[in-house]
T-cell receptor, first 111, second 116 residues
Framework: QKEVEQDPGPLSVPEGAIVSLNCTYSNSAFQYFMWYRQYSRKGPELLMYTYSSGNKEDGRFTAQVDKSSKYISLFIRDSQPSDSATYLCASLTGGGNKLTFGTGTQLKVEL | GAVVSQHPSRVICKSGTSVKIECRSLDFQATTMFWYRQFPKQSLMLMATSNEGSKATYEQGVEKDKFLINHASLTLSTLTVTSAHPEDSSFYIC????????????FGPGTRLTVL
């Protein structure tokens, strides 16, 4: 079993839709949770970073962590074609060095 | 925000040659840098972790004599793929950790290596 599981998609939505991207994890020691966006043939770009449980909002993006169920979510409001990319969740233990990535979900926002 | 650059962005080389890839943190000092490899439609696979001034720590299955890593300063790490073969063709991405948030890794734009 992978430490971080993520549905690879692809996920296709119409412009303006609310997108929900999710990951589950198995390592209880994970304390830091990130979402990265990766465009084709580019390096990952940090979108959201949260510590422990709770919500964090940044513009159209909301990251949610539920440590009791080991569930990580990223919501994108008013999705745009420019949001089309692969979204990677990642987790890190407290004091740890090594990011553990999900496989990434490919998102396509269509006009 | 924290910016990480990589050079070159793309390289094509003949089998048997060595290729050096540079990773630089432009606006912060990176105490730790990471090297990843990514195959098409797959996630990032960590190859090694390097701390400035010390030897890199390689992940299981990664040949340290083939993938030479040098982290000579707080803003520069290099990955040298020695005696490259076609199976080494991949997307190599570095990341750097440091700046105001010591837990966050910032990624470079990646280097696409094609070995003929």
């Amino acid at each position: 079993q992978k430490e971080v599981e993520q549905d690879p998609g692809p996920l296709s939505v119409p412009e303006g839709a609310i997108v929900s991207l999710n990951c589950t994890y198995s390592n209880s020691a994970f304390q830091y949770f990130m979402w990265y966006r990766q465009y084709s043939r580019k390096g990952p770009e940090l979108l959201m970073y949260t510590y422990s449980s709770g919500n964090k909002e940044d513009g159209r993006f909301t990251a949610q962590v539920d440590k009791s169920s080991k569930y990580i979510s990223l919501f994108i409001r008013d999705s745009q074609p420019s949001d089309s990319a692969t979204y990677l969740c990642a987790s890190l233990t407290g004091g740890g060095n090594k990011l553990t990535f999900g496989t990434g979900t490919q998102l396509k926002v269509e006009l | 925000g924290a910016v990480v650059s990589q050079h070159p962005s793309r390289v094509i080389c003949k089998s048997g040659t060595s290729v050096k890839i540079e990773c630089r943190s432009l606006d912060f000092q990176a105490t730790t840098m990471f090297w990843y490899r990514q195959f098409p439609k797959q996630s990032l696979m960590l190859m090694a972790t390097s701390n400035e001034g010390s030897k890199a720590t390689y992940e299981q299955g990664v040949e340290k004599d083939k993938f030479l890593i040098n982290h000579a300063s707080l803003t520069l790490s290099t990955l040298t793929v020695t005696s490259a073969h076609p199976e080494d063709s991949s997307f190599y991405i570095c990341s750097a950790r440091g700046g105001t948030d010591g837990s966050t890794q910032y990624f470079g734009p990646g280097t696409r290596l094609t070995v003929l």
